[in-house]
């Protein structure tokens, strides 16, 4: 198919060329006196992106996933109870894999399109006069949803209630796109990974772990060996790996984040609210569809998963977007498949891009009978934008840089 394909899959986003360039390198030797520069360049690199001084950044040749696990088996204990409010995909994953693990799991069920539940969080930690919580798991962004939760509020109650569990933050689709704060909201451990806000490819587990967790995981006694922390901090303390690390995703990190310095991080976060309030403009006021975020304060500037008219399938959606438009769209996942497609909106990405994946979606809804007027979305957002570039909440681009990316 001619032309290039519009990647709008919440994750893994479109790599810029600056990185795909950068990862173009020979292998050398992970081992050699030069080597640690790369690691410590990578490692030091993040510690701005997570907003962290205290904090041990850590990269896994793994994804999220990985990161997760790494969390639970070396911070927690065998049998440990943990916290969890499960309201999409994501969520449920993660429960799953703390059952699967052995976990005694108090599970919040929310209903799919809210986030964490501060109120619900503060009850079940006042109750808890044992302390026999251990953790409170809470994922920052529910990119099956399109849903943002209020990690800092979930702190609140945590600390108000007294209770001395970690807290573990997944902050998979959330990191480098919105703002995430680990030393000010006292995360133990957030969790993410290349292949979002990063700007990579899908293959680094990126992870941050507090001292009170890293003290935690050298008297538990889970059985754990490629995710041991306390390998990762040996080998790292002189810029070496436990492993061979992935040595191309490595060099695509370090201009990732030079990439991200460049523009400025709280820069990063004004792009992608404004390029998600274009995208929401669209859905509300130009197809006149909602959202699976039900509530304003939860819809998500990373990806917006849109609800298609009741008796239409989004799978259609996507399916015609992809075969006769080249547009990757998200699908819906599991309890929302079929009920919603799911636009993706971080990265590297600006309005014009935007533009072609809201234009392709009106295109594929029109196709398989979803009547939506051809044009609505796209002039939407961009009155959106109009609007919102007047009240100069969009970053311009600094004088001196350089046009080719
Ligand atoms: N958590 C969230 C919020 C995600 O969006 C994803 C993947 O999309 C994951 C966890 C799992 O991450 P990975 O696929 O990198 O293992």
Known sequence: MAGRNFLFVPGPTNVPDRVLRAMVVPMEDHRSPNFPELTLACLNGLKPIFKTQTGTPFIFPSSGTGCWEAALTNVLNPGDKVLIARFGQFSHLWTDMCQRLGFEVEIQEIPWGEGAPVDKTLAALEADKQHKIKAVLVCHNETATGVTSDVAAIRRAMDSAKHPAF???????????????????????????????????????????????????????????????????????????????????????????????????????????????????????????????????????????????????????????????????????????????????????????????????????????????????????????????????????????????
């Open 167 to 405: 807290l573990f933050v997944d902050s998979v689709s959330s990191l480098a796109c919105i703002d995430f704060r680990m030393d000010e909201w006292g995360v133990d451990v957030c969790i993410s990974g290349s292949q979002k806000g990063l700007m990579l490819p899908p293959g680094l587990g990126l992870t941050c772990v507090s001292q009170k967790a890293l003290q935690a995981a050298k008297s538990s006694t889970f059985k754990r060996c490629y995710f041991e922390y306390a390998d990762m901090v040996a080998a790292n303390a002189n810029g070496y790996f436990p492993y061979t690390p992935p040595i191309p995703m490595m060099y695509g990190l370090r201009e990732a984040l030079k990439m991200l310095a460049e523009e400025g991080l709280e820069n990063v976060f004004a792009r992608h609210k404004f390029l998600a309030g274009g995208t929401r403009a669209a859905v509300h006021q130009g197809w006149n569809l909602s959202l699976c975020a039900t509530a304003p304060k939860w819809q998500s500037d990373t990806v917006s998963a849109v609800v298609v008219p009741g008796g239409a399938d989004a799978v259609q959606v996507i399916a015609r977007a992809y075969k006769r438009y080249n547009l990757s769209l998200g699908a819906g996942l599991s309890k929302v498949a079929g009920k919603v497609f799911r636009i993706g909106h971080m990265g590297d990405i600006n309005e014009l891009m935007l533009l072609g994946a809201i234009a392709g979606a009106e295109m594929a809804m029109n196709d398989v009978g979803i009547e939506v007027e051809a044009g609505s979305g796209v002039a939407a957002a961009q009155k959106y934008w109009r609007q919102a570039a007047k009240a100069d909440t969009k970053p311009l681009r600094p004088a001196d840089a350089k046009v080719a990316s």
